[in-house]
């Protein structure tokens, strides 16, 4: 309705109600909005364990302190070193894209550009960790066939234990991905169900 000198006459385009003059139309309910916080609450969690895990692979296999063999005298080793410092630093990045998120309700970048860096840079080095730890795997059994390893020694056990959380900040950063992918498909959904019809 619009008002000319006094008298009501009837709006030529049909407004939304509003029972507040403050109020607007929002995408997301309360409800919506607890939903989405829960995921990337979950999402959290795994960027966390990606991040431990990759960390304590690096700190395991940097760690060794016999002088011979050493993880520095093979080249596979150093690239389990690297690839799980790297996502080690990527993983503690996402956390605090995550906890932004979380906190303020909004992306640290563009959501679409956020979406495709996340899953592309997951994507990269989840395979470059695979890749690294089926390099490291396949060492330590080449050292226990040439009797370097025996049943004590700590430099293999301890690169053993690396690979195998290598491997598990592999799946968790593909878990990570995964509910990424998944979380930007849910916020499409949810605005396109709360959007108000006219």
Not at 28 to 52: D, G, M, P, Q, Y
Not at 182 to 191: G, H, K, Q, V
């Amino acid at each position: 309705m619009t008002r000319n000198c006094g008298v009501e006459s009837p709006s030529p385009r049909p407004r939304i109600h509003q029972t507040h003059p403050h109020d607007t139309p929002h995408f997301h309910s309360t409800l919506s909005e607890r939903k989405l916080r829960r995921f990337n609450t979950l999402i959290f969690v795994f960027r966390l364990a990606a991040f431990s895990s990759a960390l304590s692979a690096a700190v395991f296999m940097l760690a060794t302190k016999s002088a011979s063999p050493h993880w520095n005298d093979f080249g596979a080793f150093r690239f389990v070193v690297a690839a799980n410092a790297i996502v080690a630093l990527y993983s503690l990045f996402e956390m605090i894209a995550s906890a932004w998120e979380i906190s303020r309700g909004s992306t640290i970048f563009p959501e679409f550009c956020q979406v495709w860096f996340d899953f592309s840079h997951d994507q990269v080095f989840a395979y470059m960790l695979l890749s690294a730890d089926a390099a490291g795997t396949e060492m330590a059994r080449q050292l226990r066939r040439v009797a370097t390893c025996t049943a004590n020694n700590a430099f293999c056990i301890q690169s053993d234990i690396a690979v195998g959380l290598g491997f598990a900040a592999f799946l968790f950063l593909m878990i990570s991905s995964l509910l990424s992918g998944f979380r930007r498909y849910l916020a499409t959904a949810i605005e396109e169900k709360e959007l108000p019809s006219f």
